[in-house]
Structures are given as C-alpha cells and as structure tokens.
C-alpha cells in the first residue's frame, strides 16, 4: 500500500534517525533507528531518580558484646564470618560488619551511655540468632572449638529440623541447624 511522509529524515536530539509516513487509510507510522549514545543529561532530559523504583528493605543484627575484636575474630574461626566493614576506636572499641554467605549482621561494642548493653551486662540476651547451615553439626563443633558452649545437643525436632544450641563467649545464643527431608 503506498505511503506518503509526513515527517522528513532527521536526527533527534535524543540520538535516533527518525521518519514519519501516513498510510492511504491515514494510519500514521514513525520509524525510527538508534543514531547516536548521548547522555540525556546533554538534551535536557529529566532523569528520574531511582527513588521511584521501589527500595531494597534489609534488616541487619547487631550484636552487642564486650571485646568487640575478640568477637570479630571468635565469629570468623567458629562459623567462617567474613568481615564487610571494620572500624577500631581509639578506645579499641570495635563496630563490624560481617556476613555469613549471603547474610549480614553487625558486631559493636557495647555502649551503656547510649542502652546499648551487651548480654554479659544484662545477665543473658534476649534475642536468639538462627543459622541454618548444610552440616550443622560441624559447625556446632568448630564453635564449641573457639570457646562456646553448649544449651542443649544436637536433636531432631517434631517441626522436621535438626538443630543444636549454643551460647558464644559474649552471651549471644545461637540455633545452628537445617530442615530435615
């Protein structure tokens, strides 16, 4: 069917060659190629900012203890924490980011001025840290290794899990354990 055009060749100023055609019908088509890479900031454009995409949620455990450094170290040797992040104070107080695969938490000294005690301060914690891994049972022993001890061994639980417990040197209790098939 014969075309006639309605807009001439020409480059935009977004960088594509460009034509527009009408049909017999009226039926209007724009063909268009990549021309040019330009950054649209250079044509006026207006960026959206990534605040429109909606954000990434992540929650995190920071871990109050006394010897933060100890703690750093006891974590990597018992269950292979690899450090993120590591700031030592003056005061050698320590704040770290590790992570456990793809899992983070935190590591800080505690700071009483600021309610932030450690479980050795309050005489036990309050929070239980679940780390479910694929040989839970050589994880418990690598950790009862570098000084931690035992809640309860290891047990197969009615909810179809195998899992042990234990308190690091801080005062942090700790699920090790896996879903059973």
Sequence with gaps: MPAHIVEQS???VYGERQH????LAGHHGLFSRHASDLNPTDWS???SPSANIAPQ???SAMLSVRHGARAVDFYNGAFGAKVLFRFDGDN????AELSLGDHRFWVTDESPQNQNFSPESLGGGTVRMELVVADPAATFHRALAAS???VWPVAEQSYRWCVRGLVDPFGHHWEIGKPLS
């Design 20 to 23: 527009g055609a009408a049909d």
């Design 10 to 12: 020409h480059e935009t």
């Design 148 to 150: 931690a001890t035992t």
């Design 45 to 47: 454009a207006m960026v």
């Design 57 to 59: 949620v992540s929650l």
């Design 92 to 95: 050698g107080e320590v704040i």
